[in-house]
């Protein structure tokens, strides 16, 4: 084993098996809020350098081997995490680790035909959770497309209510607008939580202004959203038909929900075999052998007329070059999928419309878990999402019990600067909070606010 130094944690002890995209991306998250972490990889080169690097103990081995957790601590392990690039390896970690151990596990499972068994699975091998990158990817992906003038589309309270992400055009009724005006004249059922201007990211009170050019996340039930952005000028149908280039695990999910939606699909991928497994698995879409990065092949295709175009395949460059080009030649709906995190400030300028990023997605409902299992108190954390390059953090809380924030009116509590209530969901009913309203036992109430760590609801005091 590599040891790094130790210091003593107030955190959870952690083991990570999987040094690949999304075990460094929780490892990276994980270790900044205070867990103990371990990690178990093959190869022994990368676990000296992660370890280094982050500051934390190191194992080189088969994750799914007895002594190498045992090694690794698993004993005296609170959480076993595998995101190896193998389901079944992944699997058998876990089921390694409930034999040896006692300590909650979850697994990144990407296969098809495991997907569909989830919960059998996490029922009978005792798993906490299961997460999908790539069908969580195209669930963000297909909600884009359903509401094709946002720029991010997140899911909240079982998908009664989302957090849409705009950007402000030119000329556009909100320019010079003050947030107080727009509740009270344009829409009171919608609550801008976050905007970023010019690089900065402001959570908004309601003298702020809004300019042309801002970037907007307001949270509000799908049906409110639909009629707020129409009001302010925005066209929101949903878009008829899609081209997708690259035949993947994220085409396969996103096609399917998207036939079901009723668009229509063209995919076009290199892999002749891979061509005709899609045909049999999506018999409604068609399903194109050829290079996606022709531009004669995509113009023959009707890149030029299509209402949205998704670059999937598996290199962030073409996915890049792919999107560019067809914003060039088309008026399309794009949506670009990037599992590399380096040079991040550098595509943050590029336009590339929608970006979605399985790791990140992935990481984040771990983190989630992570907070809430850390949360020995009264509210648990039941979604999160990092906005803004991780600035702002989404955090919906069930509250458990009374506590100081509930039963108060939310004028009256000594709220924490830079943070919002954005949103109470109560017995299914979205509410957008006024002060006047209060937080009550049985509530899920969403947080949108720049400090980060949030565990309890309680945090959001003072």
Same mark, same amino acid.
């Given at each position: 084993?590599?040891?790094?130094?130790?210091?003593?944690?107030?955190?959870?002890?952690?083991?990570?098996?999987?040094?690949?995209?999304?075990?460094?991306? %929780?490892?990276?998250?994980?270790?900044?809020?205070?867990?103990?972490?371990?990690?178990?990889?093959?190869?022994?080169?990368?676990?000296?350098?992660?370890?280094?690097?982050?500051?934390?103990?190191?194992?080189?081995?088969? !994750?799914?081997?007895?002594?190498?957790?045992?090694?690794?601590?698993?004993?005296?392990?609170?959480?076993?995490?595998?995101?190896?690039?193998?389901?079944?390896?992944? %699997?058998?970690?876990?089921?390694?680790?409930?034999?040896?151990?006692?300590?909650?596990?979850?697994?990144?499972?990407?296969?098809?035909?495991?997907?569909?068994?989830?919960?059998?699975?996490?029922?009978?091998?005792?798993?906490?959770?299961?997460?999908?990158?790539?069908?969580?990817?195209?669930?963000?992906?297909?909600?884009?497309?359903?509401?094709?003038?946002?720029?991010?589309?997140?899911?909240?309270?079982?998908?009664?209510?989302?957090?849409? $992400?705009?950007?402000?055009? $030119?000329?556009?009724?909100?320019?010079?607008?003050?947030?107080?005006?727009?509740?009270?004249? =344009?829409? /009171?059922?919608?609550? =801008?939580?976050?905007?970023?201007?010019?690089?900065?990211?402001?959570?908004?009170?309601?003298?702020?202004?809004?300019? /042309?050019?801002?970037? =907007?996340?307001?949270?509000?039930?799908?049906?409110?959203?639909?009629?707020?952005?129409?009001? =302010?000028?925005?066209?929101?149908?949903?878009?008829?038909?899609?081209?997708?280039?690259? &035949?993947?695990?994220?085409?396969?999910?996103?096609?399917?929900? %998207?036939?079901?939606?009723?668009?229509?699909?063209?995919?076009?991928?290199?892999?002749?075999?891979?061509?005709?497994?899609?045909?049999?698995?999506?018999?409604?879409?068609?399903?194109?052998?050829?290079?996606?990065?022709?531009?004669? %092949?995509?113009?023959?295709?009707?890149?030029?007329?299509?209402?949205?175009?998704?670059?999937?395949?598996?290199?962030?460059?073409?996915?890049?070059?792919?999107?560019?080009?067809?914003?060039?030649?088309?008026?399309?709906?794009?949506?670009?999928?990037?599992?590399?995190?380096?040079?991040? /400030?550098?595509?943050?300028?590029?336009?590339? !419309?929608?970006?979605?990023?399985?790791?990140?997605?992935?990481?984040?409902?771990?983190?989630?878990?992570? *907070?809430?299992?850390?949360?020995?108190? &009264?509210?648990?954390?039941?979604?999160?999402?990092?906005?803004?390059?991780?600035?702002?953090?989404?955090?919906?809380?069930?509250?458990?019990?009374?506590?100081?924030?509930?039963?108060?009116?939310?004028?009256?509590?000594?709220?924490?600067?830079?943070?919002?209530? /954005?949103?109470?969901?109560?017995? &299914?009913?979205?509410?957008?909070?006024?002060?006047?309203?209060?937080?009550?036992?049985?509530?899920?109430?969403?947080?949108?606010?720049?400090?980060?760590?949030?565990?309890?609801? *309680?945090?959001?005091?003072?």
């Amino acid at each position: 084993m590599f040891k790094a130094k130790n210091p003593i944690h107030p955190g959870l002890s952690i083991i990570i098996v999987g040094c690949g995209k999304v075990g460094t991306t %929780l490892i990276e998250q994980l270790s900044k809020e205070g867990h103990d972490i371990t990690i178990i990889d093959k190869n022994a080169m990368k676990v000296q350098e992660i370890a280094s690097m982050y500051d934390i103990m190191g194992c080189a081995g088969n !994750g799914a081997s007895y002594n190498v957790q045992i090694e690794a601590g698993i004993k005296e392990a609170d959480l076993i995490i595998a995101v190896t690039n193998s389901d079944e390896l992944n %699997l058998l970690c876990c089921t390694m680790a409930a034999q040896v151990g006692n300590c909650a596990a979850i697994a990144r499972v990407r296969t098809p035909e495991y997907s569909s068994e989830v919960n059998y699975l996490r029922e009978k091998l005792g798993l906490a959770l299961i997460i999908n990158p790539e069908l969580e990817a195209s669930k963000e992906a297909a909600r884009i497309l359903y509401l094709p003038t946002a720029l991010e589309v997140n899911s909240f309270a079982h998908g009664q209510a989302e957090l849409i $992400k705009f950007k402000v055009p $030119k000329d556009n009724l909100l320019h010079d607008t003050a947030i107080a005006y727009l509740g009270k004249n =344009i829409s /009171s059922d919608i609550l =801008i939580c976050a905007v970023e201007r010019n690089g900065e990211v402001y959570i908004p009170s309601g003298n702020f202004k809004i300019c /042309s050019g801002d970037i =907007i996340s307001f949270a509000a039930t799908r049906k409110v959203a639909k009629g707020f952005l129409e009001k =302010i000028g925005f066209k929101t149908n949903h878009v008829k038909d899609i081209m997708i280039i690259g &035949g993947g695990r994220a085409a396969y999910y996103l096609s399917k929900q %998207l036939l079901q939606m009723g668009i229509s699909v063209k995919i076009i991928e290199i892999d002749k075999d891979r061509c005709e497994e899609l045909s049999i698995l999506l018999p409604k879409a068609i399903i194109i052998h050829g290079d996606g990065t022709d531009q004669d %092949l995509l113009k023959e295709e009707g890149i030029e007329y299509v209402e949205s175009f998704v670059a999937l395949t598996g290199m962030d460059e073409e996915n890049i070059l792919l999107t560019m080009y067809a914003r060039q030649v088309s008026q399309a709906k794009v949506i670009t999928k990037i599992n590399r995190l380096t040079f991040k /400030s550098v595509i943050n300028t590029l336009d590339l !419309g929608s970006v979605v990023y399985p790791r990140y997605i992935a990481s984040e409902a771990i983190i989630a878990y992570v *907070r809430a299992k850390r949360n020995s108190m &009264g509210s648990n954390i039941e979604t999160l999402y990092h906005m803004f390059d991780h600035r702002v953090e989404a955090i919906e809380f069930r509250v458990y019990e009374d506590s100081k924030v509930t039963n108060i009116p939310l004028m009256d509590l000594p709220l924490k600067k830079d943070l919002l209530v /954005s949103f109470i969901n109560r017995n &299914g009913k979205i509410l957008i909070p006024s002060g006047q309203d209060s937080i009550h036992v049985g509530d899920t109430v969403m947080i949108v606010t720049t400090h980060t760590g949030f565990k309890d609801i *309680r945090d959001i005091l003072k």
